[in-house]
């Protein structure tokens, strides 16, 4: 290969496969370790993405000004090339008082419309029906969103409850090249096609 056509080869591909060869790594959020997860868009990777986080829900009939409603609502942004093959949605209970029970809620949104719920039973015995939508995989590029909150019976003077929780997200694929990087190859290419035609 004369230097020419070399030269221009290795300009040409270099964007390419440094894009290739980089691997964004899975999102693993923890609210305890980097703040409140609300309002944050995070761009999906592929393989196991997880999020996770705590509810505190006070529901106080004396004070209704000590009412505490804690909920949790984050995006996912899925690039072409990558689709969501399997979530789950997980919780732990660490303190309850005044709950007949409690459920943790979990939606999860394509855009702004319901396609999955999950209600995760946290504390004692539902006494209305709980329905969940279960989700069909697999989503592919679009904007996710996911809400979690809490639902249950809370028949006394002060109703706490404090769980943890839990949503991973698998996604799997690679994925695809920036249109401009598209073209840059196709640039290139078309040079190196034409070096090599004046060589010849």
Known sequence: MTRPI????AITLSPWLLASSVSATPIDYDESVSGDLSGHTFQAASGVNRFRGTINQTIDRIDAGNNQNDLEIFTLELAPGLEIVDLTFDTTLES??????VAADFVFQEGSTQVARDFDLVFGVPTFTLTDV???FPYVEDSYRFVVS??????ASVNVVEYDWEITATVTGSPAPEPSTALLL??????LAMQRKRLH
């Not at 070399?6 to 080869?9: E, P, S």
């Not at 809490?150 to 028949?155: E, I, L, R, S």
Request: aromatic content about 8%; overall charge neutral.
């Open 6 to 9: 070399a030269t221009i080869l």
């Open 96 to 101: 309850v008082s005044g709950w007949a029970f």
């Open 134 to 136: 279960p989700p069909i």
């Open 150 to 155: 809490t639902v249950g019976n809370a028949p």
């Open 186 to 191: 196709a640039t290139g290419l078309g040079g």
